[in-house]
């Protein structure tokens, strides 16, 4: 089992930042990637950005993209998702999650990922 922790979420003015942190413990030795998604009201949960473990190769949805960067630290199992430039559509709970395959063309599917945290919300307002 995987346990995973988000943080850093909260209420933020439309064209300002957060930075969330997504902590992993228990049996993260077999990690090859982390992600975050995020789940707008009555949207679908819908992919944000990942990150391969090894390589650090990442990956972005189009929405996101030269507004959000995500990174991590090997050291903590930790990764972060830097938010610039926050839009009112940004509005969502956000997870973190972790996978134990190399990411893919199946990078922004879901079901390829393993665990899940319980998320953390994020609002902007306008």
């Known amino acids: 089992q995987v346990q995973l922790v988000e943080s850093g979420g909260g209420l933020v003015q439309a064209g300002g930042s957060l930075r969330l942190s997504c902590e992993a413990s228990g049996r993260s030795f077999g990690i090859r990637a982390m992600a975050w998604f995020r789940q707008g009201p009555g949207k679908e949960r819908e992919f944000v950005a990942a990150i391969a473990w090894s390589g650090g190769d990442t990956f972005y949805a189009n929405s996101v993209k030269d507004r959000f960067t995500i990174s991590r630290d090997n050291a903590k199992i930790t990764v972060y998702l830097q938010m610039n430039s926050l839009k009112p559509e940004d509005t969502a709970l956000y997870y973190c999650?972790?996978?134990?395959?190399?990411?893919?063309?199946?990078?922004?599917?879901?079901?390829?990922?393993?665990?899940w945290g319980q998320g953390t919300q994020v609002t902007v307002s306008s």
């Open positions: 999650a972790t996978r134990r395959t190399t990411p893919g063309i199946n990078v922004d599917v879901s079901t390829a990922y393993d665990y």
